[in-house]
């Protein structure tokens, strides 16, 4: 899409409702404020459920994103009656702002019951969904189902819209993912600076652990992760880089005080994060979006999840090659992955250890990740500012249509 003139031109006041329901989609929520404000000329009302990044554009949450950040089953269930309280909240805030439209922000478990609920009280609001589920991954069948509450979908991944047109599921734009617009930050940061500042010894290549930004996830990872790196330093002397964000570094400082080596814990919101990814000789990750982000550093890696009993048990309904989404976009497993009973102490290490010295292995994965940003990258225009050119685009189209709707009712 290309980075036009502002979409929309008049004096009306545009009325949006966001909601995202954990810090990645705040993340997103943020630039997608930035840019809706340089693509509309008129003037922007906002309301909704966002975190930091949202509030940085002068976005008022309805209440901490905290109350709904979690995921997975077993981590929902304890506070499923806080949540429901948090959606039917939202839906009646939604409704009586009276949006032109309700843009919902990834965390599907979370923001889909208010768009369904929503749509189903209001039938004339346009709903965007930012960020499609997995739905190429697993349970296939909820992109058709999609189609009765979500108007049109920002994709960013670039096979997703084909996998909603070959499953029924709503319209779908791909308008390419945020993290191509911190190349250059990722390119141009200074390793060696950060070496200095922790004070790295410059004989010991650095081993860049991340174990995740969710709390569960910290919680299942940190102890495999840091035996493994034990594992590691007996048989090759490292030192270690922790990334942590915010609300997971007390735990974080806690669970490693007994590591060998000792890592050095550096604040995750900063480029110290992109400085580590350059500087480290490897890493060992949790999956998630942080692949993307390693593979855009080229960094060298190993990627190890686990989750609770009752998603470990749904195992079987996986429709891809892999759960990491640096190898979903380049098509190719270049990242071994290490899942639930395979992600093992001894498996992680001996799966790190060539990484750290030029082998074959680590000459293989430098390679396929020299292409991660030209899969990443759109022609021209930016990802927050495609998004925002679409939502204006959707509401327009809209509003020129008299509201109608592609889906049935509820």
Known sequence: MADAPKVMRNDKELRL????????????????????????????????VGGEEMAHQAFASLFPIEDVAVMGPM???????????????????????????????????FTHPIAKRIRKRAPNIPIIDYVSPSVWAWRPGRAKRMRRYVDHILALLPFEPDAHARLGGPACTYVGHPLIEKLDEIESTDGAALSRRLGLASEKPVLLVLPGSRTSEVTRLIDVFGEAVARVSKQRPVEVVIPAVRHVRDLIVTKTATWTPQPHVVDAATDEKYAAMRLARAALAASGTVTLELALAQTPSVVAYRVDKLMANLRFLLKVPSVVLANLVLGKNVYPEYLQEACTPEALADAILPLLDDTAERRAQIQVLAGTPEKLRLASSSPSMAAADTVLSVISAQAGAGNSRRGGPM
């Open 17 to 48: 409702f966001l909601v995202a329901g954990e810090h990645s989609g705040d993340a997103l929520g943020g630039k997608l404020i930035a840019a809706l404000r340089q693509r509309y000329d008129g003037t922007l009302t906002l309301a909704g």
């Open 75 to 109: 981590s929902i269930l304890p506070r499923l009656p806080r949540i429901m309280r948090r959606v039917y909240q939202t839906v009646d805030a939604a409704l009586a702002f009276k949006p032109d439209a309700v843009v919902i922000i990834d965390s599907p478990e």
